[in-house]
């Protein structure tokens, strides 16, 4: 009931018919915004003008200022000049060939410990499986007990 | 755009406004100050928006425009704290006696404090009395959202104004 008592107020607004003296408020206000826009014109041009001239002169202080910045820098601070010597490995290690320790003296300590290093292990034959180990085993209690 | 044609276009975009922008306006407003007021933005919100009016949503915003400039009108009445005139408010030949102009006040001053797609809708509805479709295609929703938008828009007036007497007869 609320409800339909809303919506029909609702309706009533919308079928409001405009008085004249709101249609005539309406014409004056929009005559005045017009005009108003109008005075706007008449005044944009030299504004305008005056606008992109600053813009221009702000410009062209920008591209000198910078200018005169970069002059007084470069002939302050000079380069300095670089020598082909100065480019003879100075920060280059050259690739290593083999171990580093054999690259010292010949028969230094640290040059015989790499080739030992660098030799198969002699460990590495000692190493037997399971079977042989059993096999061995064997064989030597035969031995024991002949 | 350049100024001249920019305000051959807001010429045009008046002429062509104006009558639905007055009409609108003053039923929402309901009061010559407030009015007057709502047209003056309705106004510059055009010619601040002179490229949106020119395409294809134009009649979609238009609609934003109206209801924006009423919810501006009201928030600074209500904001100077100004008591609106009784006399200025017009009066509204309705069959239901119960319903004065001072609730009619009171109703405008809740739509326009409605937030903006509910305002558009439930204006849309039972203020210009268009359908559910249409009311999608001016916002730019679904059917389902604009039935929506409406429903929201009536609960929230009717708790806001469930303080008035008229509901009980």
Request: hydrophobic share 40%.
């Amino acid at each position: 009931m609320n409800e339909e008592k809303l919506i029909q107020i609702l309706k009533n607004i919308g079928q409001t018919d405009v008085p004249p003296n709101v249609t005539l408020i309406a014409e004056q206000t929009s005559q005045s915004f017009t005009a108003a826009l109008n005075v706007l014109q008449a005044q944009r041009p030299q504004r305008t003008r005056f606008v992109i001239g600053l813009r221009l002169l702000a410009a062209a202080a920008v591209v000198l200022l910078v200018f005169a910045i970069g002059l007084s820098v470069g002939q302050r601070f000079t380069p300095p000049q670089t020598q082909l010597s100065s480019l003879n490995l100075t920060g280059y290690a050259l690739p290593m060939p083999t171990h580093p320790a054999v690259q010292q003296a010949k028969d230094g300590f640290w040059r015989q410990k790499a080739l030992a290093a660098m030799q198969p292990r002699p460990y590495a034959q000692t190493k037997f499986d399971k079977t042989s180990l059993l096999n061995t085993y064997k064989q030597y209690l035969k031995e024991k007990h002949v | 755009m350049r100024y001249s044609k920019r305000l051959e276009l807001f010429e045009k975009l008046k002429k062509e406004y104006a009558g639905y922008l007055t009409s609108t306006l003053w039923k929402l407003t309901g009061s010559t100050d407030i009015f007057t007021e709502a047209i003056q933005y309705a106004f510059l919100a055009i010619w601040m928006n002179l490229e949106k009016l020119t395409g294809p949503q134009a009649g979609a915003y238009i609609y934003r425009i109206a209801l924006s400039a009423n919810s501006k009108a009201w928030r600074t009445r209500i904001g100077r704290n100004v008591q609106i005139p009784k006399t200025d408010v017009f009066k509204i030949p309705t069959a239901d006696a119960s319903v004065d102009e001072e609730t009619l006040t009171l109703v405008r001053k809740e739509i326009a404090k409605l937030p903006e797609k509910q305002a558009q809708a439930v204006v849309m509805r039972y203020i210009d009395q268009r359908d559910y479709q249409t009311i999608a295609d001016k916002l730019n929703c679904a059917e389902d959202t604009a039935r929506s938008h409406v429903s929201k828009a009536i609960v929230a007036l009717r708790e806001k104004l469930a303080h008035l007497n008229i509901w009980e007869s």
